[in-house]
């Protein structure tokens, strides 16, 4: 039984088995009280283990951390304050030691620049198995919102012809070269160059367009070489789309989703939780409370652009009109202007991605940003350009070979329709929710430049 069901169980006479790791051990006289934790939940549970069972000096008494051991024996009430039951152990087996000499781990409060170092090892500290649970939970969430809201999941591929953002950042997907002094991606084995996809949003408007509704969850790859808190080499996307959509129900729909999401968590999470508001962010639940309890304030670019100009805050990127929002932009506006989640839309044409839908003004676009406070950009979004002869002349002004995106193009001669969507940043909402500073430690193996 998992520790998780074991510590929700009453005392009972009926003989049991337990397995898990151990996480510490202290000794009395001719009794050692080991706690075990089998990753199912944050609290462990204390075995107690008397003088007179079998290998008793040959087994319990060598026990480290990190070993892993399954216990025989009942669930006894316990007299020790904080914990209302404890096993008490008949028998052991110990499937595997973990030498105290050599293991990484021990009965202190490592570093989270520590455990990066050993990537295979930290999901057994508390904090990153907190993290990990939430994670889990948040996956479950989204399917169950997009499953309630009449939503078609689709695989998008991961391999991908298609730069959707124009940055030129994708990782490229090359194969041993035919021939001697050949460069290594040729013969391409597409037939012409393929990457690691930066979204799946391009692939999704296709099916948004045959089923309606769809959305895509999974790996996303940017070949960006950037070391800060907020980057990854390779990270996971939320992306619905949807016919028949503008950028308003756009909007609508993500404050649904964000809400959605945070509330399940504060429902669900309840002791991950306490973990991070203890030692990571005091004001935690009282931000993620704030964020289901009011509406998301909404302003345009424009009128961002001139707050921030009219601040009298010093930034270290100078904004105006035309230049793209950074991190410092987006919090200030978040945090210190509005006070919570922000959405602001209709950016320049000139900053925003080829597939976004033109305003009438010929200036901006029908794009939108939800900002959070501590994190900045937490979702982008836009109503597509769903007009033949305009997305055309976006194309051709970022210098998009049409041919390339011929099929995309079909989308528009064939049964064109409104639509939009939007992409979630999934360890960036996570590093919300937890509290977690560095992006790093919100992914199971965080892929960086340098350190695969």
Excluded at 22 to 49: P, Y
Excluded at 80 to 99: C, H, I, L, M, T
Excluded at 140 to 156: G, S
Excluded at 219 to 231: G, I, V
Aim: net charge negative.
């Amino acid at each position: 039984m998992l520790i998780k069901k074991i510590l929700k169980t009453s005392p009972t006479a009926e003989i049991m088995e337990v397995k898990g790791w151990v996480r510490t051990r202290r000794d009395a006289k001719d009794l050692s009280f080991i706690e075990i934790n089998d990753g199912s939940c944050l609290k462990n549970l204390q075995v107690v283990a008397q003088g007179d069972m079998d290998n008793f000096e040959s087994l319990v008494r060598k026990l480290t951390t990190g070993c892993a051991v399954r216990f025989t024996g009942r669930l006894a009430a316990s007299p020790a304050k904080g914990q209302d039951v404890e096993f008490q152990a008949e028998s052991v087996e110990v499937y595997g030691w973990a030498p105290a000499e050599s293991y990484p781990l021990q009965k202190k409060r490592h570093s989270f620049e520590f455990l990066r170092d050993i990537p295979h090892l930290r999901p057994r500290t508390n904090s990153i198995g907190a993290v990990m649970r939430i994670r889990g939970q948040l996956v479950t969430a989204v399917n169950r919102f997009f499953e309630e809201e009449d939503f078609v999941q689709i695989h998008t591929p991961v391999i991908s012809t298609s730069d959707c953002e124009g940055a030129g950042e994708m990782f490229i997907v090359t194969t041993p070269g035919a021939g001697e002094g050949e460069p290594p991606c040729a013969p391409y084995f597409f037939g012409r160059p393929a990457g690691l996809t930066v979204s799946g949003q391009l692939e999704a408007e296709a099916y948004a367009m045959a089923l309606g509704r769809v959305y895509t969850f999974g790996p996303t790859f940017r070949a960006e070489n950037s070391h800060t808190s907020r980057h990854l080499a390779e990270f996971w996307m939320v992306e619905p789309e949807m016919a028949f959509c503008d950028l308003r129900e756009d909007i609508d729909l993500a404050e649904k989703f964000l809400k959605f999401l945070i509330a399940d968590v504060l429902d669900n999470c309840h002791e991950d939780l306490e973990l991070f508001t203890k030692f990571v962010d005091k004001g935690l639940r009282h931000r993620l409370e704030a964020v289901t309890g009011r509406a998301f304030t909404r302003t345009t670019y424009s009128e961002a652009v001139e707050i921030l100009e009219n601040s009298g805050k010093k930034f270290e990127y100078p904004i105006s009109w035309g230049s793209d929002l950074q991190a410092e932009h987006e919090r200030f506006l978040s945090e210190e202007i509005f006070g919570g989640p922000t959405v602001v839309t209709d950016y320049p044409a000139s900053i925003k991605p080829f597939y976004m839908r033109l305003n009438d003004e010929g200036k901006t676009v029908a794009a939108m940003d939800v900002l959070f406070p501590s994190i900045g950009e937490i979702i982008g979004g836009s109503q597509r350009e769903d007009r033949y002869e305009v997305l055309e002349k976006r194309m051709a002004a970022q210098n998009i070979d049409p041919a390339a995106y011929q099929w995309y193009l079909d989308l528009r001669r064939y049964g064109s329709a409104p639509h939009a969507g939007f992409g979630l940043g999934f360890e960036r909402l996570l590093q919300f929710v937890t509290g977690m500073t560095n992006i790093r430690d919100v992914i199971a193996f965080p892929r960086t430049a340098g350190r695969a």
